[in-house]
């Protein structure tokens, strides 16, 4: 099932959230800032763990982290591409982004997860083109997992929102 929201992703509760994080891991601004602002220390700590295993995370990769404060209970860090005039493979690579955080939420037997619309703010990366892939990946891997039973897109700002709308009613998906 695919849910549509309008709102802020710290606010939800999921079995995870995902995060559009950066390769540091250290977290930025927009939703990756506000991620570790609501849910304290604890994320960054073991964003620490993990960079000092395997040193961050490459764009299109996904990792693991506790909510901490956040009323979800992980945090699923994922690293979009940087916009570039679509000279640097970024579809496949938001695709990638989509596609590796589902992998790893079923992984983590995670039932529930939202998603913001990664690489779309400070990365640049064109909202209608972003928001087409972002549904395609996710309702194909609905339609082969057992695990995942519902992802809801949250969108912070109206272009977004009714791009999504538009999308998921066309596909008839939106319930
Ligand atoms: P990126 O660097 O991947 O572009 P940003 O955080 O700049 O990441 O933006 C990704 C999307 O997250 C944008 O559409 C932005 O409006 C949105 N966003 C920012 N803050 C929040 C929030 N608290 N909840 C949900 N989405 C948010």
């Not at 620490?48 to 990769?61: L, M």
């Not at 979009?80 to 983590?108: C, H, I, K, T």
């Not at 949250?154 to 791009?163: A, H, P, Q, S």
Request: glycine fraction near 8%.
């Amino acid at each position: 099932m695919i849910e549509l929201i309008k709102g802020d992703i710290t606010k939800i509760t999921v079995d995870a959230i995902v995060n559009a994080a950066n390769t540091s891991l250290l977290g930025g601004g927009g939703v990756d800032g506000a991620i570790h602002k609501a849910g304290g220390k604890a994320i960054l700590e073991d964003c620490q763990k993990i960079r000092s295993k395997q040193g961050g995370c490459k764009v299109s990769e996904a990792v693991i982290t506790t909510a901490g404060k956040l009323p979800a209970k992980f945090v699923i860090h994922t690293v979009g591409p940087v916009w570039n005039n679509g000279n640097n493979n970024e579809e496949n690579l938001l695709a990638a982004a989509y596609l590796n955080s589902l992998r790893l939420a079923s992984q983590n037997a995670i039932h529930t997860i939202s998603f913001p619309n990664i690489s779309t703010g400070i990365y640049r990366f064109p909202k209608d083109k972003a928001a087409q892939i972002a549904v395609q990946v996710v309702s194909d891997f609905l339609a082969t997992t057992d695990t995942i039973e519902k992802v809801i897109f949250v969108c912070f700002d109206d272009e977004n929102y009714t791009l999504y709308a538009k999308l998921l009613n066309q596909k008839d998906l939106y319930n």
